[in-house]
């Protein structure tokens, strides 16, 4: 998921038990120190934070093929797992509801 952020979630799916890690420490090697050698002196509790969590996953949200593929009404392109948008009454992409991050030049 992209929220700008440094961070890993790891999901049991058997369980649905999850963990999230991110990198906590503001520390950062010197000028010319070796960042592996660096970061392998200071202990985990300082380098990262990890917290339990809930993930409310959808057979959409894992990786491999699309489980549903849906056609935009506008463009026509296909658009995968649950990323459609219903505008009108309308089946669009993102793209075509106005929440486009390009714009056609030709
Ligand atoms: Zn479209």
Redesign the pocket.
Known sequence: MDFGKIAATFVNLDTKEAVRIWRHTRRHPAEGEDMITFYEKLPDDEIFRIQRVNVDLKPCDLPGPPVEIQI?E????D?TDSRHVVKDGKI??K??AGGSYYTVLE
Not at 74 to 77: A, H, L, Q
């Open positions: 935009c506008n463009c026509g392109e658009i669009l992409c793209a075509c």
